[in-house]
């Protein structure tokens, strides 16, 4: 079955960087677009950005484009994102999803919280 885990999430303060991966199985990754996706509290799923099978091409929402870094490693099965600049309304849990809008199956989720 597909598996999606989540990892690197935590504690950041405003201007500090994370970097989350996400560990895939179940299904042949080299295959799939891989999305990021976040829900702030309150709030709808947000696409945050997409990065075709073979890295190809890129997907960022305005909110964050020049910010984060979305990369993968196909021989790893992992998808990764690389947050700088971070700010507190990038508070949110981040799920990693297999395609490419953002809307299919996804994991259980890392949380990340910016706050000084």
């Known amino acids: 079955q597909v598996q999606l885990v989540e990892s690197g999430g935590g504690l950041a303060q405003p201007g500090e960087s994370l970097r989350l991966s996400c560990a895939a199985s179940?299904?042949?990754?080299?295959?799939?677009?891989m999305s990021w996706a976040r829900q702030a509290p309150g709030k709808g799923l947000e696409w945050v950005s997409g990065i075709y099978s073979d890295s190809s091409s890129t997907y960022y929402a305005t909110s964050v484009k020049g910010r984060f870094t979305i990369s993968r490693d196909n021989a790893k099965n992992t998808v990764y994102l690389q947050m700088n600049s971070l700010k507190a309304e990038d508070t949110a849990l981040y799920y990693c999803v297999r395609g490419w809008n953002g809307r299919g199956v996804r994991g259980q989720g890392t949380q990340v919280t910016v706050s000084s």
């Open positions: 179940g299904f042949t990754f080299n295959r799939y677009s």
